[in-house]
């Protein structure tokens, strides 16, 4: 473990001073003394403006680089022992461990604070530890992370889906094709229907297809006999698995555990430059069952 840290400690003293400027002179300083990241005067005076928040992490622009955004761990006035900057240091390194390795729906990840209780920076694994022993797991109080365009009406999340996953698109065309009765949108985040997000929670071939066969072709009006409804269910479920965008995206919540449920509105968006990208901003792990993370507004 000390080997592990020494080299860490060597890493974050070879970045130059040049690339230290690209975000700013104020993570020259952080880096000289990494608990300025606990101190809120500090980040009053250094960090750009707040962007939002949720019970252990709270988000800022670069005050010079306002298109990155810094999330930080930070003790909720509810935590005073510290617990909140445990859990938000705990989800940060679960986020710098996958985001950059599914870059197609996680923001760029370009830097981290010092890593430390048994998480390797490289491979981004944990080290030993357990549920009961909590201080053994992956801690890292803050990162850098490219700054995105969030989605926070029905309407924008509905388009987006269009835009970067048209297979439920065609999924919802087969439905209606078949005389079932289908609400108007199937992708709007608020509601309980959302063909998307149950697409997502249930995650491998087998519950996908029992999802459509047993509740969406399932309606009371439907025209189908069995036989049909299981056809029809079957070819459902084999475009959806086998759309390259959407297996990704299944494997990503099945590789990582995060809870489908949170790709909603507020919770997911797109990149600024081409706003092409279906981008989730929050991994949702936590290092106890009680932390939940809010919506950031990184507009």
Do not use: C
């Not at 298109?67 to 989800?91: I, M, Q």
């Not at 201080?135 to 835009?163: C, N, Q, S, T």
């Not at 709007?188 to 509740?215: L, P, Q, V």
């Not at 279906?278 to 990184?298: A, M, N």
């Amino acid at each position: 473990m000390r080997k592990l840290l020494k080299e860490w400690r060597k890493y974050l003293e070879e970045i130059s001073k040049s690339e230290l400027k690209y975000f700013g002179q104020e993570f020259e300083e952080l880096m000289a003394d990494p608990a300025l990241a606990q101190d809120k005067t500090w980040i009053a005076n250094n960090m750009g403006k707040r962007l939002g928040g949720g019970y252990s992490r709270v988000a800022y622009e670069l005050k010079s680089n306002p298109e990155l955004v810094w999330k930080t761990a930070y003790n909720s006035s509810d935590h005073p022992d510290e617990t909140s900057f445990e859990e938000g240091s705990y989800t940060n390194a679960q986020e710098a461990k996958y985001f950059n390795r599914y870059p197609d729906f996680f923001p760029k990840v370009y830097m981290t604070g010092e890593a430390t209780r048994g998480y390797d920076p490289e491979t981004g694994e944990l080290m030993g530890g357990t549920y009961e022993y909590p201080e053994e797991k992956a801690f890292m109080p803050w990162l850098i992370i490219d700054r995105v365009h969030v989605i926070l009406d029905d309407g924008e999340y509905d388009a987006l889906i269009h835009k970067v996953f048209p297979v439920m698109q065609q999924a919802v065309n087969k439905v209606k094709a078949a005389g079932v009765p289908i609400r108007k949108s199937m992708f709007a985040s608020t509601k309980r229907s959302n063909f998307f997000i149950k697409t997502m929670r249930y995650g491998n071939y087998e519950e996908i297809y029992r999802y459509f066969h047993d509740n969406v072709l399932n309606h009371p009006r439907s025209p189908l006999d069995d036989k049909q409804r299981e056809e029809l269910a079957y070819e459902i479920t084999d475009m959806i698995t086998k759309d390259y965008k959407m297996s990704r995206l299944l494997q990503l919540f099945q590789e990582t555990g995060a809870d489908a449920g949170d790709i909603r509105i507020g919770n997911v968006g797109t990149d600024l430059a081409t706003k092409s990208k279906f981008i989730i901003l929050d991994i949702s792990k936590f290092l106890f069952s009680h932390g939940r993370e809010g919506s950031y507004e990184f507009i």
